[in-house]
């Protein structure tokens, strides 16, 4: 509320009462004039010096105007030939004041972390002008909008707080300045806007147009920033494709000059096709500057006007200017108004801004060091370690290996210091003169930017309370330089101060704070040891004396702390080693030497490494840095050891020994852990107590020059000028192979798509495959005599591509892993083009391959698998506004549905042409300041990836030129490489059904776009703010993290890829969705997947997509207010803001029933055993889950309380408060609907047929006790929909499509009244609540109304059949509801709510509800509920509609207003609300009920159930929590004794097969983990009590297909499908070993015992089994600890005919007999249906149980001698293996592929497909 008074727009002028100078200041000459263009007073400021003659607001500098709007509107005219400056104050989010200044008088941007400064300048109508000078003599009153978000998001990467003060400075009349949210358009007004998206400028701000004149001849609009324009050489033909939308944010370019043609450029007429220049001009000589992207162009014609806000741009035809008009263009960082002759000007097509902005986030690092390896710290809490990659500032917990960051270094970070609080971090960057920057360490927010009095820093010390920061470097004539800087008000807002400054002669190779004494230093280096001391503002120093070691070169220092923590300065004593091996240790009160030792090598006689170190005379190994903790120094040396010693230095304690040379050693705050850097990129830690040493980071040691990612196995290959190829996992970040190669360097990489190998080209021409699995080199191919600059493979892996330096094209075969040449061209490829990822280009079909060649100006593209010549392209066209010739740097193939080839160029351009004709379809114009090697587009088409220099477009980070760009497989993640390798999160949304554009992709409305109103309403109306989304929370799809969690400001956070999220919505006021916590994981897959793996806009509201010919919804609710809707429109008046754009048609599936599977009748083959009818051995205690593919399968009644929804064939009637269920059984298929009677007494539910009815059953239900009352088969086909007449008298049925059959049953007896066969299939039923005669049917473009009449006994039908008025739209009516006599609500299944007078029959009123088709209307007292396919649940005011039916077509068309919104995670398919609307459940296809409350704008999940099957169920050790997985990706921990959901985790595009929970040997309760196996071959580790995945690995390389951990929790045996069976560690995430003894069928079943295996004849602590489906099962014995495995067993048991399976065979399951070890129970397909069960000490099976049918699943009961075993006949048997009796049970609809007991055997889980029982069994 407290931005409410700058709403719609605030004048600022008269908000501050400029007129009387108390709150605004002026200064020189001021003045007040009439102006005669404006016919009013404006403000005069003029005077020779800009400085001294000015208007301000507000009067002081230490006040604040407090303007919040977005943009600035200056209304002002520059006085001719003078200038002119314009200051604005603006601060940000963080408090950080930034003047931001435009002027005549700059002549370039110049930019710093606290002022931008931006030419403008306003330049006649003349070719031949400077850029920059004085204002023109015919300068215009100018409209200056100024974009204050996007100007410090695009150009300092700020967020926009607030406007803080404005000063105006001579030369120039001002009018007033405005401030605003909306995006107005000053050149439209009147009714010009009532047919445009725009919204117009208030009559206030206005420019006086006179009648017949144009505003554009009057003056000029100038828009900053805004959207790139471009100049085109040629009109864009019709059959053009539209522009896509690329990724393309602003970034600084030279400003170029315009350049004026004198003839037009000839096009060749060879087949060789040309792309135009982009200054070139046909047909006439114009003056064209070159377009930029900040400013855009106010044109001359409204029709043709855009006001969309910067960010959303509509895509607009091209336009012809006329002379008069003025376009306004920016170049990178530069403005410029330029009045020019008639130029072409396009409008660049970008469909939406990038929300959240900005659009990357880095999510991972590998790399370490840059400038050295020296610099790598521990936090004072010994959790994390800090060190720098390049120019990124690394935070790395140790624990979980998760990274945070700290960026803003344009070059390499040379040194770091952390205080001892952890509040302050200091760093400083390489290059001369030396930025250094201060950062609040917990948020990672920057809090000063200040530059070193020294050119290059070496090192940095702080103090202890971080007060003092000490640095040492060199000055510009190279002397060694030491600043000390007070830092103690960094904190509290204040600056940094220099406190003392010193030069010395002497060396300093390191320096420290000692933590006794701030103002006491000590450093070290060539032959001195000095201390030193700050007193009164100067730093002096005095040597300490060495004695003979004065000669030393000395490399580090450290001081010695005392154990109590608290030494005196007197007990002081520094640590000091040199190269020579030699460790003082210094008396720092005396300054002498009290102890000096020196490391020696001892060498074994003939041994050649050292065995052993002692201090004595000799060669030393020369020591680079040493760290002291109470107990110990730690020491490293230059011969790769890191070693500890005690303080005496007696003996070694404990030694690592490093791939290089220790550069830099650490001891943690505990002394527990030794962190260590070497020279060659590695960074470890050396746990002292468990003596093992673990990684945290490697690295290039140089430069990286391509990089290739692997899809399957989630890796990612490296090359690098370092000569070697690593292989890193992309999930984790750490390295798994490293291939070294020293003479031949690698140059390019890629992987096979389908196999373990990888190629790599070398310098020396030669490629070479290697393979993953035996690390060895394969195949060695040396057809090219130049270095390898190209390599690529197609999609399905049968063809690889190499280019050469020298010019040549090699195709090979890899169809067979022994690959081989099949074609070397050549002369083919550009010779001297450097290597590049982006070389070689082949299409996403495979067909084709591009390349620039066979010179730098053309393109070439040819067949793959023949290598025709089908395409050449001249890139090389004459470039006249530089006059050189352009040149091709890159190619990239789009979508293969689109058919597009990017190529990039040596100009800075991206031209996107046709690739098979060649034609040009879009040029992207200065998309980087300097060309880009390197470009991919996302497989969708939306984003194009650029990198160049030392940014990937505008992200910096990078402190080298980026080699190398690329999408992850599941294009949710960019990798760069070039200093490091980073992986940065896509932040952007995606859009699912939005595959290929093929079409324009739909615009967004900007927020300037304010709401439509007709004809009829005011033109001078003050136009309204854009109607925002509604406050209330949405619930997110599942696996949509809605909400960034905690710590996302710069703390350690999880990212989208993985982490913790809780389904709750924006942070900004929105409502909570209650729901468990969710781990939400994006997985590679099918074009299209994955749509919603990020939150849509700020709000983080996940938006259902659109399909790309579908008009965008064109109105949202308001925000505690009511707004009029737009896009409403009454039937029968001329609409014809539509008429050319076509409308989507939806089919009205989502209304359609259909059962999950057609089943059979439990009981209805022979041999079955029911259960008795006193009771059985089970009863049903709960159901999880909710039939999301019903429709209108759930009931509530608010007064009564009662709730009943289905679940398969039962109907759950449960107890809301309590969470009591009572289950009424007897349907034999799927239950499609429930309807329940006014008087709340009877529910009727009716179902499908089954294999035993030929008819659907319903079944009427007492509700008071349960009771099936009646039973009647109406129907041959699905029963539709069921409806009770308002006085109960009469049910209707409907019939699905098929049957398409309304039956009338009088509720009495229940006979049959009436029936009749409907002409064309219907949707939906309803009766007429006033009146109990009528009926209505909705369907393929008509309206039924039927009129029922009673004689005596008798009741016959009469209908009236009304067809859709064509305004309706096409699409068919999907859903009804009766509201206020007479009026019937219908929705369609193009989005469109109608409403018919039941009285007149005929439709009056039509609004576009929604994009999907409508499935669901409710309606109560004014108010109506919609519901779609598209998950969106809104409640719409129409208390005026019954106005409208009595004015007809004439009435105003904006009385529906939509008062809430919520996004449900599936299409809504059942609601039921209170009689006031307030609060309701509504059911999904999601297979979720929510409850939903209007007022508190919040939906709380009430029962989820799984989407698809769930594959396994397990229980917590404690059977307090058990765990499902699905096949829709997710696993789900429950509370076992509610049944509640607790924790979710998703991954999506995959699905989750098996599911395996920690035994509880395996550590504390909190320590439980589950492990999740998936179909890409990934195992991932969870852990429970975090909530968070702790590793991910892959073992296997196709789907796994079952999971077990072994009995001491430290090993996981997983099986694949095809056969082989991987141990793997848990904690590493290493397999190390893999059996393939069951190679070629899949592993059905994994079973792991704890049992002594001596009565068996062998050793080993667990005894496990795998069954796998070719009836084969072998045990086995193992000691994982001894790495020790043995077979104990194998049995094989025989086939069964295939008729007796109908071809699809069962499972094979076996299992260890829990009540007797020695049995092991197996069942599978043979020759008998049998149990069968083998003695594994007496080598024979013992008993044979009979089964009715093959098993689809079995479980042992653990207490009792129970056998559960489940079939594909929808039944569930107990066997009592101890009395040879059996129980059959009913209740599932689909087959019972899964049944688990519970460890206490008190429960028993079944389930069959997505549905799960919780059975009791009585009596334990």
């Not at 864009?236 to 539209?242: F, G, L, R, V």
């Amino acid at each position: 509320m407290a931005r409410a008074w700058q709403h719609p727009f605030l004048n600022v002028f008269r908000h501050f009462r400029v007129d009387e100078w108390k709150r605004s200041a002026k200064q020189g000459d001021v003045a007040v004039v009439t102006d005669k263009t404006l016919k009013g007073a404006v403000y005069r400021i003029r005077g020779s010096v800009s400085a001294a003659n000015y208007i301000q607001l507000p009067k002081s500098s230490t006040q604040s105007l407090g303007l919040t709007g977005r943009y600035l509107y200056v209304l002002f005219r520059p006085l001719p030939s003078k200038h002119f400056v314009i200051h604005l104050d603006v601060s940000s989010k963080d408090n950080q004041v930034i003047r931001v200044s435009f002027s005549n008088l700059f002549k370039e941007f110049k930019s710093t972390a606290t002022w931008l400064q931006f030419p403008l300048v306003l330049e006649a109508r003349t070719p031949q002008r400077d850029l920059v000078g004085l204002a023109p003599s015919g300068a215009r009153w100018t409209c200056l909008q100024l974009d204050l978000q996007d100007v410090l998001l695009v150009y300092l990467n700020r967020c926009y707080g607030h406007l803080k003060s404005i000063r105006l400075c001579a030369s120039l009349l001002v009018r007033n300045l405005y401030t605003s949210d909306l995006c107005f358009e000053p050149a439209i007004s009147g009714a010009q806007w009532a047919k445009l998206p725009v919204t117009p400028m208030p009559r206030e701000m206005a420019f006086p147009v006179p009648k017949g004149e144009s505003w554009h001849d009057r003056y000029i609009h100038v828009r900053f920033p805004s959207e790139s324009l471009k100049v085109p050489s040629k009109p864009i033909e019709k059959s053009c494709s539209p522009p896509e939308a690329v990724l393309l944010g602003p970034g600084p370019q030279p400003l170029p000059c315009p350049v004026a043609s004198s003839k037009p450029v000839r096009f060749s007429v060879s087949p060789v096709v040309q792309t135009p220049s982009p200054t070139a001009q046909s047909g006439r000589a114009a003056l064209a500057p070159r377009p930029f992207p900040e400013v855009s162009l106010s044109q001359e014609r409204s029709d043709a006007s855009n006001a969309d806000g910067p960010g959303f741009h509509s895509l607009e035809p091209w336009a012809q200017l006329e002379a008069s008009d003025i376009h306004t263009a920016a170049a990178g960082t530069h403005v410029l108004t330029h009045e020019s002759a008639e130029v072409p000007v396009a409008r660049t097509g970008s469909c939406e801004g990038f929300l959240p902005d900005p659009v990357l986030r880095l999510k991972g690092v590998i790399g370490f060091g840059g400038h050295g390896t020296r610099q790598a710290l521990w936090t004072p809490d010994g959790a994390a370690v800090v060190y720098p990659c390049h120019a990124v500032i690394v935070v790395l917990l140790v624990d979980t290996g998760e990274q945070r960051f700290f960026l803003g270094h344009t070059d390499k970070v040379s040194a770091l210091a952390l205080d001892g609080s952890s509040s302050l971090l200091a760093s400083a960057q390489a290059r001369a003169p030396s930025v250094m920057r201060l950062w609040d360490f917990q948020t990672g927010r920057c809090l000063c930017l200040f530059r070193s009095p020294m050119h290059v820093v070496c090192s940095l010390s702080f103090s202890d309370s971080g007060a003092l920061l000490c640095g040492v470097g060199k000055d510009h004539h190279g002397r060694t330089m030491v600043v000390a800087w007070g830092t103690g008000q960094v904190g509290l807002g204040g600056e940094v101060v220099v406190l003392a400054k010193a030069h010395t002669d002497f060396d300093v190779q390191a320096f420290r704070v000692t933590f006794f004494d701030e103002t006491r230093m000590a450093s070290c280096g060539q032959g001195s040891v000095r201390l030193w001391r700050l007193r009164g503002g100067v730093l002096r120093s005095c040597p300490v004396d060495l004695g003979e070691h004065h000669a030393l070169q000395f490399t580090d220092l450290a001081f010695k702390q005392a154990r109590d923590g608290c030494p005196e300065p007197s007990a002081a004593m520094l640590f000091v080693c040199s190269r020579s091996g030699h460790i003082l240790e210094i008396d720092c009160q005396r300054m002498v030497v009290r102890h000096a030792r020196r490391l020696l090598p001892t060498r074994t006689p003939g041994g050649p490494h050292p065995q052993k170190q002692t201090f004595s005379s000799g060669p030393g190994i020369a020591i680079s840095s040493l760290s002291v903790s109470p107990a110990m120094c730690a020491v490293g040396s230059e011969d790769g050891f890191l070693r500890l010693w005690p303080l005496d230095f007696s003996s070694v304690l404990l030694e690592a020994e490093h791939e290089g040379p220790v550069s830099s050693v650490c001891v943690s705050p505990d002394g527990l852990r030794v962190l260590s850097a070497t020279s060659s990129g590695h960074l470890g830690f050396l746990d002292t107590l468990s003596r093992v040493y673990h990684m945290l980071a490697r690295s290039h040691t140089a430069p990286v020059l391509a990089l290739a990612m692997e899809q399957r196995r989630g890796q990612l290959a490296t090359v690098s000028q370092d000569r070697t190829v690593r292989i890193w996992d992309l999930a984790t970040l750490q390295q798994l192979y490293d291939f070294t190669s020293s003479e031949d360097a690698p140059c390019a990489v890629t992987f096979h798509p389908t196999r373990p190998t990888f190629f790599c080209g070398f310098s020396s021409g030669a490629v070479r495959s290697f393979s993953l699995e035996a690390a060895e080199v394969l195949v060695e191919h040396t057809c090219h005599r130049g270095a390898v600059t190209g390599l690529t493979a197609t999609p399905d892996g049968r063809l690889l591509f190499s280019s050469c330096s020298q010019g040549s094209l090699a195709q090979y075969s890899c169809a067979d892993p022994q690959w081989h040449v099949l074609r070397v061209a050549a002369d083919m490829v550009c010779p001297d083009a450097p290597a590049s990822p982006s070389a070689l280009a082949v299409s996403r079909d495979g067909r084709l391959l591009a390349f620039v060649g066979p010179s730098r100006c053309t393109v070439t593209v040819m067949g793959s698998a023949s290598l025709d010549e089908l395409l050449r392209v001249d890139i090389g066209t004459l470039d006249l506004a530089s006059s050189r010739l352009d040149s091709a740097m890159a190619v990239c193939f789009g979508p293969a549905a689109l058919g597009h080839l990017l190529v990039s160029t040596s100009s800075n351009r991206v031209v996107v042409l046709d690739a098979v004709s060649g034609r040009i379809i879009r040029e992207l114009p200065g998309v980087h300041p300097e060309p880009c090697p390197s470009l991919t587009l996302s497989e969708d088409a939306r984003f194009l990836l650029i990198a160049a220099g030392r940014t990937i477009k505008v992200y910096i980070g990078h402190s080298e030129p980026v080699q190398a760009v690329a999408f992850s497989p599941d294009q949710q993640q960019v990798l760069s490489a070039g200093d490091a390798v980073f992986l940065w999160d896509v932040l952007a949304p995606t859009e699912s059904d939005q595959s290929f554009p093929g079409a324009p992709p739909a615009c967004k409305t900007g927020p300037g776009a304010g709401p439509l109103e007709d004809a009829a309403s005011r033109a001078s109306e003050l136009p309204r703010q854009q109607v925002p989304k509604p406050c209330q929370a949405s619930p997110p799809r599942l696996g949509v993290c809605a909400r960034p969690p905690e710590g996302g400001d710069g703390t350690l956070s999880p990212s989208d890829e993985e982490g913790p999220c809780e389904e709750s919505c924006d942070p900004e006021g929105l409502g909570q969705a209650s729901g468990p916590p969710v781990l939400t994981e994006e997985e590679a897959g099918r074009a299209g997947d994955g749509a919603w793996a990020a939150a849509v806009g700020s709000w983080g509201l996940a938006l259902p997509p659109r399909s790309p010919g579908q008009p965008r919804e064109q109105w949202r609710a308001g925000q505690g207010r009511w707004c009029r809707c737009r896009g409403l429109r009454t039937v029968g008046a001329r609409d014809t803001r539509n008429s050319g754009a076509p409308r989507t048609t939806y089919l009205a599936s989502c209304k359609a029933f259909t059962p999950a599977r057609v089943s059979c009748s439990p009981h209805s083959a022979k041999g079955t055993c029911p259960p008795p009818a006193s009771g059985g051995w089970l009863r049903l205690k709960a159901v999880v889950g909710y039939s999301g593919n019903g429709r209108a399968n759930m009931v509530w009644r608010p007064d009564t309380g009662f709730f009943a929804y289905t679940c398969g064939r039962l109907v759950v009637v449960e107890d809301l408060h309590s969470g009591a269920q009572q289950h009424w059984s007897g349907h034999s298929a799927e239950i499609s609907t429930l309807a329940l009677s006014h008087s709340a007494q009877v529910l009727a539910s009716a179902s499908g047929r089954s294999s035993t009815t030929a008819h659907c059953q319903i079944r009427v239900w007492d509700v008071s006790g349960g009771l099936c009352q009646h039973l009647i088969f109406p129907h041959s086909t699905t029963v539709l929909a069921l409806a009770f007449s308002p006085d109960d008298r009469l049910l209707v049925t409907l019939g699905d499509h098929d049957g398409r059959t309304l039956a009338l049953w009088g509720t009495a007896t229940y006979d049959l009244v009436s029936s009749t066969r409907l002409p064309e299939p219907v949707h939906g039923v309803a009766f007429n609540p006033w009146d109990a005669g009528e009926l209505t049917c909705v369907g393929q473009g008509t309206v039924t109304f039927w009129l029922l009449q009673q004689r005596g006994a008798d009741i016959s039908l009469q209908v009236r059949r009304e067809p859709v008025p064509e305004a309706v739209g096409a699409g068919e009516l999907t859903s009804l509801c009766y509201g206020a006599p007479p009026l019937l609500y219908c929705g369609t299944s193009s989005g469109q709510v109608c409403v018919w007078d039941t009285r007149a029959g005929r439709c009056f009123l039509s609004w576009e509800a929604d994009d999907g088709g409508i499935g669901l209307l409710l309606f109560s007292g004014s108010r109506l509920v919609s519901g779609s396919s598209t998950g969106r649940l809104r409640l719409w005011a129409v208390g005026a509609v019954s106005e409208l039916r009595c004015k007809g077509s004439g009435a105003r068309s904006s009385s529906v207003f939509m008062e809430h919104e919520l996004v449900l995670d599936g299409a809504v398919v059942s609601a039921s609300f209170d009689d006031s609307v307030d609060m309701g459940v509504v059911g999904t296809t999601a297979g979720t009920l929510w409850f939903v409350s209007w007022a508190e704008g919040t939906s709380t999940r009430l029962i989820s159930g799984h989407r698809s099957k769930v594959n396994e169920v397990v229980f917590s050790p404690g059977e307090s929590h058990c765990a499902t997985c699905s096949e829709d990706g997710s696993v789900r921990v429950w509370a076992l004794a509610s049944m509640e959901l607790v924790i979710q985790f998703q991954v999506l595009n995959q699905s989750c097969l098996c599911l395996a929970w920690s035994p509880p040997c395996c550590g504390r309760p909190e320590q439980q983990r589950l492990a999740a196996g998936y179909g890409d071959g990934s195992l991932r580790i969870f852990s429970v009590s975090r909530t968070a995945m702790e590793l991910k690995m892959h073992p296997h390389p196709v789907a796994l297909t079952t999971v077990a951990f072994s009995t001491d929790g430290q090993t996981v045996l997983s099986g694949d499908k095809d056969g082989l069976v991987a141990v793997s560690h848990p904690c590493t995430g290493t397999t190390f070993r893999v059996l393939s003894d069951h190679q070629g069928a899949p592993i059905s079943t994994i079973c792991v015992t704890c049992k002594e295996c001596e009565d068996l004849g062998v050793e080993g602590t667990d005894l496990w089994l795998a069954a796998s489906g070719d009836q084969r099962v072998s045990v086995w014995a193992s000691d994982w600890l001894r790495n020790h495995c043995e077979l104990v067993d194998w049995l094989s048991f025989p086939m069964p005919a295939t008729t007796e399976t109908q071809g699809h065979l069962p499972p094979s399951l076996a299992a260890f007999c829990p009540w007797d070890g020695a049995l092991l129970m197996y069942v599978g397909p043979g020759v008998y249906k049998e149990v069968i069960i083998y003695n594994l000490c007496q080598k024979q099976v013992v008993e044979k149980i009979p089964l009715p049918f093959f098993a689809m699943s079995l479980s042992l009961s653990p207490g009792t001698h129970l056998l559960a075993v489940g079939f594909a006949e929808c039944m569930l048997r107990l066997v009592d293996c101890a009395m040879g009796t059996a129980q059959d049970f009913a209740g599932h609809d689909n087959a019972v592929h899964l049944c688990r007991f519970t460890p206490s055997a008190r429960l028993l889980f079944t389930a069959a497909r997505n549905e799960i029982l919780v059975w009791e069994v009585p009596g334990l």
